[in-house]
Nanobody, 123 residues
Framework: QVQLVESGGGLVQAGGSLRLSCTVSGRPFRSRAMGWFRQAPGKEREFVAAITWDGGSTDYADAVKGRFTISRDNARNTVYLQANSLKPEDTAVYYC????????????????WGQGTQVTVSS
């Protein structure tokens, strides 16, 4: 059973920054592409960012491109999301998951989701 534990969320003012972390256990980490997703109240979960197994390539949703940076530490089985210049529309619960690429999008690999970490951005 994979375990995904997200942390680092909080309440910040618009323009502020947060660094989210996700530690993975129960599944091989170093060979997996990893990603971040988010779900705002009343909306479906959406893709935010992805990183290849070796960190050599990253991809971002247009809404966060230039403001968010995904990275990973394979020695620690941890993936990070540095979120800068935060906006009120970034308010959501943020989740990590393994990811794979379909013809048109990044999709979550695991059916299981962690508890997520709440990010709230005030205007």
């Amino acid at each position: 059973q994979v375990q995904l534990v997200e942390s680092g969320g909080g309440l910040v003012q618009a323009g502020g920054s947060l660094r989210l972390s996700c530690t993975v256990s129960g599944r091989p980490f170093r060979s997996r592409a990893m990603g971040w997703f988010r779900q705002a109240p009343g909306k479906e979960r959406e893709f935010v960012a992805a990183i290849t197994w070796d960190g050599g390539s990253t991809d971002y949703a247009d809404a966060v491109k230039g403001r968010f940076t995904i990275s990973r530490d394979n020695a620690r089985n941890t993936v990070y999301l540095q979120a800068n210049s935060l906006k009120p529309e970034d308010t959501a619960v943020y989740y990590c998951n393994g990811v794979y690429r379909t013809a048109t999008a990044w999709a979550p690999e695991y059916d299981y989701w962690g508890q997520g970490t709440q990010v709230t951005v005030s205007s």
